[in-house]
C-alpha cells in the first residue's frame, strides 16, 4: 500500500478551491474597501466623470489583476500539471494574457452596471461611506469571479470570455466614440481618438490578441489528446498552435499600429489576418477529417458567408466598410469557437481506458482524459 507521503492528491479537491476563491474574494474586497476610502472623499454621483463607478471599475481592475496573478501562478498549474510544463516565456505571456483579459472584463462591466444603476436611480448620489461600500462590493466580487474563472478554465470557457470581452469593448468604445458616426468611415475609425472610447478599442484588441496565444496553447493540448488517442500526427498540432500565435500576434499589431498612426502598416496587419485566416479555413477542416462531419459543413456554410459578405461590399456595394468588417469578424470569431468546441467534443469522446500517452507540442506528458473540464494529471 502507498505510503501517505506518496498517495497525496495531485490536484486541489473542489472545497480547497472554492475556499480559496473565498478567500481571494476577501482580498479584493480588502483592496476595494481601501480604493474608496482614499479616493473618494465627498458625494459623488454613481457613473460619469469623478463618479462611484469610476472608483468601483479601477477597484475591480486592480482586484481582478491581483487575484489572477495569484490564482495563475500558484492554483492553476497544480490543477494543470501540462501548464506548468510550458516554456517560461510562453507560461508568462498566458498569465499575462488571462490577467489582462479578467481586468478588461471587471473594469468594462463595472462600468456597464454603474451606467445601468445611475439610469435606473437618476439623480441619485452618494456619501463618501455609501460610495467606498459599493466600491468595495465590486473588488471583492471581481476577487471572486477572477478566482473562481481562472482555476477552472477550459479552452472552451476561455474562448468564449474572449468572445464576450471583444463584444464588450467594442460595445462601450461605440458607445462613447468622439464621433456619433463613425461607422461612415470604417470599424478601425474607433482606435483613432485619444480618449476613453479609442483606448478601449484599442486595449480590447491588444488584450485580445495576447489571450489569443493562449487560447493557442489551451486549444494545442487538447488536440495533443485527441490526436494521440486518434492516431493523428503530431504536426497538425504545432500547425494549429502556429496559426492561432499568428492570429494573436496580427490582432495585437492592429491594436499597436492605429490606422491614423500608420495606415499601411496597419492594413498590412489587418489584410495578414486576413490571409491566415483563409489558410485556416480551408485547411483546418482537411488535417482533421476525422473529426464530426457537422464542422466540415459549418466551414462552408462560414466561407459561403464570407464569399457574400465580399460580394455584397465589393459587388454590389450594399454593405459599407464597417458593416463588412463587423459581419467578417464575427464570421471568423464564430468559425474559432465552433473549431474548439468541436476539439473539446472529439476529446470527450476518448476511451476512458486509453493506454496511449498523450504530448502537446511544448508540455509535459499527459494522459488523455475523457474530459477537458478534469485536470490532466503528468506521467509517473
Not at 162 to 168: I, P
Not at 199 to 209: A, E, H, K, S
Not at 265 to 273: E, F, G, K, R, V
Not at 324 to 330: L, Y
Amino acid at each position: 500500500m502507498p505510503s501517505q507521503a506518496t498517495s497525496r492528491p495531485r490536484i486541489l479537491s473542489a472545497v480547497r478551491l472554492e475556499n480559496t476563491s473565498l478567500l481571494l474574494g476577501l482580498l479584493g474586497l480588502a483592496v476595494g474597501a481601501a480604493v474608496g476610502v482614499s479616493g473618494l472623499s465627498e458625494t459623488r454621483p454613481l457613473f460619469g466623470n469623478d463618479s462611484i463607478g469610476n472608483m468601483a471599475a479601477l477597484a475591480a481592475l486592480v482586484a481582478a489583476v491581483v487575484s489572477g496573478l495569484i490564482t495563475l501562478t500558484w492554483v492553476t498549474p497544480v490543477n494543470r500539471p501540462w501548464f506548468r510544463s510550458l516554456r517560461w516565456w510562453r507560461l508568462l505571456l498566458n498569465v499575462l494574457g488571462l490577467t489582462l483579459l479578467h481586468a478588461m472584463l471587471a473594469l468594462l462591466t463595472t462600468l456597464a452596471a454603474f451606467a445601468v444603476f445611475q439610469n435606473a436611480f437618476e439623480g441619485l448620489a452618494l456619501d463618501r461611506w455609501a460610495g467606498a461600500f459599493w466600491v468595495a462590493a465590486a473588488g471583492g466580487l471581481w476577487g471572486y469571479i477572477t478566482a473562481s474563472s481562472a482555476m477552472s478554465l477550459t479552452t472552451h470557457s476561455l474562448s468564449v470570455l474572449l468572445l464576450f470581452l471583444l463584444g464588450a469593448g467594442a460595445l462601450s468604445s461605440a458607445s462613447s466614440a468622439w464621433e456619433p458616426r463613425w461607422w461612415d468611415l470604417h470599424f478601425s475609425a474607433l482606435g483613432t481618438s485619444s480618449d476613453f472610447s479609442g483606448l478601449t478599442f484599442n486595449m480590447t484588441l491588444l488584450v485580445t490578441g495576447i489571450a489569443l496565444t493562449t487560447v493557442g496553447d489551451f486549444l494545442a493540448h487538447d488536440l495533443g489528446v485527441w490526436a494521440v488517442g486518434a492516431g493523428e500526427r503530431a504536426w497538425k498540432v504545432t500547425a494549429v498552435r502556429a496559426a492561432m500565435l499568428s492570429f494573436g500576434v496580427l490582432v495585437a499589431l492592429v491594436a499597436l499600429i492605429p490606422v491614423d498612426v500608420n495606415k499601411e502598416w496597419h492594413d498590412t496587419a489587418a489584410q495578414s489576418l486576413v490571409l491566415v485566416f483563409a489558410v485556416a479555413l480551408v485547411s483546418f477542416p482537411i488535417m482533421f477529417r476525422r473529426m464530426t462531419g457537422s464542422f466540415q459543413a459549418v466551414t462552408l456554410v462560414i466561407a459561403a458567408l464570407l464569399v457574400m459578405l465580399l460580394v455584397l461590399y465589393e459587388g454590389v456595394d450594399y454593405l459599407n466598410t464597417t458593416a463588412f468588417e463587423m459581419g467578417a469578424g464575427a464570421a471568423v470569431f464564430l468559425w474559432l469557437l465552433l473549431f474548439i468546441r468541436t476539439v473539446t467534443a472529439a476529446v470527450e469522446e476518448l476511451p476512458h481506458t486509453t493506454s496511449e500517452v498523450a504530448r502537446a507540442p511544448g508540455a509535459e506528458a499527459v494522459e488523455p482524459v475523457p474530459s477537458t473540464d478534469r485536470a490532466v494529471t503528468s506521467e509517473s
